[in-house]
């Protein structure tokens, strides 16, 4: 009976590190390093032993030890499936089995890896672990208990939605605090999807990160003196939070079990998975959900989840991402009362609607003052041609009145008194035609006077 091999052994291997130097993010050589772990204990074989360049055999043997490779892989993944490993897991593991096994120049052929895929594998794109998507209320009361490194590390990835690696592998040069909402660089070599990115963080999350970073280069001092050997942590001195994913999670856990988040998942057969519902992904969980509720493509772009086409043809400036960012945060505010994006947009587009109308108010505003303009010059020049006419009316009407009075003076200097005083009393026909004379001296008297009047009114 074969002495069971010890992991040590495994993860000394040549092979092991050889495949492992091919890669520079931490959390990928961690992946690989697990996955090829658990399958040479499964097997237990040591992987130098296992590794055999199979151009070098005769065509039998190759068949031989490819149908070997082969059996070992499909008897790993059978393992997983009773096991009740999730979809997503057994395909992880099996695709870090697979890199493997190509690096070193073995290739299993394509038919065997497309059977395999199509037992039970599925996609692997499920997962058993259903997590539990914190509200703000959630976050308000875990993050009560938090350190300031912790409440600097968590408010930034609720708000930007960050992976948990990629704020680990954040460097002080990778963020700008100069702006309101705080530039932040996702390097190419430390993203998952190997795609440079840029996010944003709020407010909250700037004002925690700045108090984490007065006491900053102190912690790190005191942790690097408290540690030592491959626990110590060289390269942390240029990062902003210098501090291991896994101590990053465990700090996370601790905070779910401090504020009463206690639940787990339990499934799996031997219940080996026991991880909080409430994970550290479910952060990126509640970034995704709460700023789709403005616009779910923007929520993708700074989550870094572009297709290659979106890398091509869809990049936004920073002024834009500044614009766009500061309408969607209110969704994302944990400790400070934001203000609803909803009633900022109604209030903006209120604005707007104001602004057009205070312009039309103040157009017809115009063109009513116009309009007085006019009339005013209209009413001057009426008022003009009265004055003239009147003018004219009354020296019709004096020659009027002198030429009736000479007619009067006329007639009584042609006319002697008594005679006239006779003629006046006897006959009728005289008295009658002096009374026309005065009556129509009178009307004119009368005329002139309202014509006076109605000037005087006017």
């Not at 963080?201 to 942790?223: F, G, M, V």
Request: aromatic share 10%; with cysteine; proline share 2%.
């Amino acid at each position: 009976m074969n002495n069971k091999i010890d992991e040590t052994q495994i993860l000394e291997a040549d092979t092991v590190n050889d495949f492992l130097g091919e890669y520079n993010v931490k959390e990928t050589i961690r992946s690989y390093k697990g996955a090829l772990k658990r399958y040479f204990t499964f097997i237990n074989v040591d992987p130098d032993k296992y590794v055999i360049d199979i151009r070098l055999l005769e065509k039998n043997k190759k068949i031989k030890v490819i149908d070997q490779y082969e059996k070992d892989i499909t008897n790993y993944k059978n393992y997983l499936l009773n096991e009740s490993y999730a979809p997503r897991s057994i395909h992880n593991e099996i695709s870090s089995i697979k890199l493997f096994l190509e690096h070193h120049r073995i290739d299993l052929d394509k038919t065997f890896w497309n059977k395999l895929k199509k037992r039970g594998m599925g996609k692997g794109t499920g997962t058993i672990t259903d997590f539990k998507i914190p509200s703000s209320q959630d976050l308000k009361k875990i993050l009560t208990h938090a350190t300031t490194r912790a409440r600097a590390m968590f408010l930034l990835q609720t708000s930007s939605g960050m992976r948990l690696g990629e704020i680990c592998a954040l460097k002080l040069s990778d963020i700008d605090l100069g702006y309101k909402y705080p530039h932040i660089i996702i390097r190419y070599e430390t993203a998952k999807t190997r795609v440079k990115g840029r996010t944003r963080c709020s407010p909250e999350a700037k004002t925690a990160i700045k108090e984490w970073l007065k006491i900053r280069d102190q912690s790190y001092k005191t942790a690097q003196n408290r540690t030592s050997g491959e626990y110590r942590n060289p390269d942390g001195k240029d990062r902003l939070f210098p501090i291991s994913v896994k101590m990053a999670r465990y700090t996370w856990n601790g905070l779910l079990e401090k504020s009463g988040f206690t639940e787990r998942d339990n499934s799996g057969k031997e219940k080996k998975n026991k991880r909080h519902l409430m994970a550290t992904h479910a952060n990126r969980k509640y970034f995704r959900s709460e700023f789709s509720k403005y616009d779910n493509e923007l929520a993708k772009y700074l989550m870094n989840q572009r297709t290659p086409l979106d890398r091509v043809y869809r990049d936004w400036s920073d002024e834009y991402l500044d614009k766009e960012y500061a309408k969607g945060v209110g969704y994302l505010l944990v400790f400070e009362k934001g203000e609803d994006p909803e009633q900022i947009e109604k209030f903006e587009k209120y604005k707007q609607d104001q602004g057009k109308k205070e312009l039309e108010m103040g157009n017809k505003i115009l063109d009513l003052e116009k309009e007085v303009i006019t009339v005013r010059k209209q009413y001057v020049q009426i008022e003009g041609n009265y004055r003239q006419l009147n003018g004219k009316m009354i020296g019709v009407e004096q020659k009027v009145k002198t030429f009736e009075s000479y007619q009067m003076q006329d007639i009584l200097m042609d006319t002697d008194v008594d005679a006239f005083m006779h003629e006046f009393y006897n006959n009728p026909e005289f008295k009658e035609k002096i009374r026309k004379i005065l009556k129509g001296i009178k009307k004119k008297a009368e005329e002139g006077h309202k014509q006076q009047m109605c000037l005087k009114i006017a």
